[in-house]
């Protein structure tokens, strides 16, 4: 059975670099026809796409984050990994790892972790 | 890329049935059937209920089901009982030069 296992600092400053982490266990990144992605919840709002990798390496942004945002993956690790950088009070989320049907479908997902901004 | 519309809230009481609606435009849920829909409990990961509009996962209860017409797409929720209270959100791709996927605002289900 699948599953995914997010990991990062849980608080951070302002105009930091946020690097997070989505341990998959139970299946192989690089053998799969899937993309990996990236989804945050800011507290009391909604989920919000930050991006996908496809197994082959291409990256798909949200247009709104693109400029901030980057997702690789170490397959000897099995990890794919976000780094989100100059971030601020809005970035303060929780953020989610999924297995992304590319089209369609965010599944499974991990549990999520909160990260969160502040001076 | 706008989010997608749901209403903040809907309840009903055990036994009934509910539908949550997720209403987009013809560059998302109008273009595509790349719809789905998550159930968020609080501290536990989001789990996928429905997918491209109608599919139900493996282990899914049959109570739930999807459906769209036109831009807007929907969840029913049958016969509820107390486990199904949690937030709902709904998601599409959406057309642009590249993969895009949009999320609605969300619905806090309440079994009354």
């Known amino acids: 059975q699948l599953q995914l296992q997010e990991s990062g600092p849980g608080l951070m400053k302002p105009s930091e670099t946020l690097s997070l982490t989505c341990t998959v266990s139970?299946?192989?990144?690089?053998?799969?026809?899937?993309?990996w992605g990236w989804i945050r919840q800011p507290p009391g709002k909604g989920l919000e796409w930050i991006g996908s990798m496809y197994s082959s390496g291409n990256t798909y942004y949200n247009p709104s984050l693109k400029s901030r945002v980057t997702i690789s993956v170490d397959t000897s690790k099995n990890q794919f990994s976000l780094d989100v950088n100059s971030v601020t009070a809005a970035d303060t989320a929780v953020y989610y790892c999924?297995?992304?049907?590319?089209?369609?479908?965010?599944?499974?997902w991990g549990q999520g972790t909160l990260v969160t901004v502040s001076s | 890329q706008s989010a997608l519309t749901q209403p903040a809230s809907v309840s009903g009481s055990p036994g009934q049935s509910i539908t949550i609606s997720c209403t987009g435009t013809s560059s998302d849920v109008g273009a595509y059937s790349y719809v789905s829909w998550y159930q968020l409990h609080p501290g536990k990961a989001p789990k996928l209920m429905i997918y491209d509009v109608a599919n139900r996962p493996s282990g899914v209860s049959n109570r739930f089901s999807g459906s769209k017409s036109g831009n807007t797409a929907s969840l029913t929720i049958s016969g509820l009982q107390a486990k199904d209270e949690a937030d709902y959100y709904c998601s599409s791709y959406t057309s642009g030069i590249t993969l895009d996927v949009v999320f609605g605002g969300g619905t806090k289900l309440t079994v009354l």
């Open positions: 999924a297995r992304h049907g590319g089209l369609g479908e965010f599944d499974p």
């Open positions: 139970g299946g192989s990144i690089s053998s799969s026809s899937y993309y």
